[in-house]
């Protein structure tokens, strides 16, 4: 599966941004498709992810209540919706797939990523 984000941009502090991550070909199977970030000089952390059939999603504690994550499984898209957004916020947007049903957090546990998408938050 390769998958291709989009969607990055600039924007200023309270503004958003809609992410986009387009699977190559439809997944089928129990799935996970995340977010994860990755700001200049910091270690890529999570930032959500969702179910394949989108009845759970996790967020870290940081976006709770700003950021949405969702997919439409006909267009093979997942995408993170990112409302006011902050300077924090700012890095490469990564998404990533692993099979099976665990939320799982940990770069390490996703095989197959995008190529990233910069988002900068100015203030």
């Known amino acids: 599966v390769q998958l291709q984000a989009s969607g990055g941009g600039l924007a200023q502090v309270g503004g958003s941004l809609r992410l986009s991550c387009v699977a190559s070909?439809?997944?089928?199977?129990?799935?996970?498709i995340s977010w994860f970030r990755q700001a200049p000089e910091k270690e890529r952390e999570f930032v959500a992810g969702?179910?394949?059939?989108?009845?759970?999603?996790g967020y870290t504690d940081s976006v709770k209540g700003r950021f949405t994550i969702s997919r439409d499984n006909a267009k093979n898209t997942v995408y993170l919706q990112m409302n006011s957004l902050k300077p924090d916020d700012t890095g490469v947007y990564y998404c990533?797939?692993?099979?099976?049903?665990?939320?799982?957090?940990?770069?390490?546990?996703?095989?197959?990523w995008g190529q990233g998408t910069l988002v900068t938050v100015s203030s």
């Open positions: 990533a797939l692993r099979e099976g049903s665990l939320m799982q957090t940990r770069t390490g546990d996703y095989p197959w």
């Open positions: 070909r439809r997944t089928y199977g129990s799935h996970i």
């Open positions: 969702i179910t394949s059939n989108e009845r759970r999603t």
